[in-house]
């Protein structure tokens, strides 16, 4: 059985793994990109998992993404091509990010953080600006710390 994938890109920052959403052209690689190297620059782990399709399964009340065979290591760079880049090959999801119009944003949102359920788990998730890397980066920064008050800042 194949195993079900989304339309989206996955990375691990720290010890946390993100499920980056969003439509074709929104800025979901660059966004990747961007979070990757901010957790490098703070000499924490950034690594892709999967760009543009991820494999997701829930596994013990986690959802685990890994990429498909035919991407590993791989990832787009718009106006370059592809590239070969390290990659973990399994990660558990524990956030989600949404990337959105910036106008389709809340600018004060009830709770910035929602649960979303995806393959029949529940996992935090996010509404970022698409193609606004520097606010998006924020917004996920400010995410983690809210969901991992003791842990240090990945990004």
Not at 31 to 48: M, P, S, V, W, Y
Not at 79 to 98: E, K, S
């Amino acid at each position: 059985m194949t195993r079900p994938a989304v339309h989206a890109n996955c990375l691990v920052l720290g010890t946390c793994g993100v499920l980056i959403r969003g439509g074709a052209g929104c800025g979901k690689s660059s966004f990747c990109d961007t979070l990757i190297e901010a957790a490098l620059a703070k000499g924490n782990l950034g690594r892709l998992v999967a760009d543009d399709y991820v494999h997701v399964v829930p596994e013990d009340g986690r959802l685990l993404a890994s990429p498909p065979d035919t991407i590993l290591g791989k990832m787009e760079i718009r106006g370059f091509g592809l590239v070969d880049t390290q990659y973990t090959p399994r990660a558990r999801i524990d956030l989600i990010v949404d990337l959105l119009p910036m106008e389709r944003l809340e600018r004060l949102p009830e709770a910035a953080i929602v649960s979303m359920c995806l393959e029949g788990v529940d996992v935090p998730a996010l509404s970022c600006p698409a193609d606004r890397p520097d606010v998006s980066l924020r917004l996920v920064r400010w995410a983690l710390r809210g969901l991992l008050p003791d842990a240090p800042d990945y990004i």
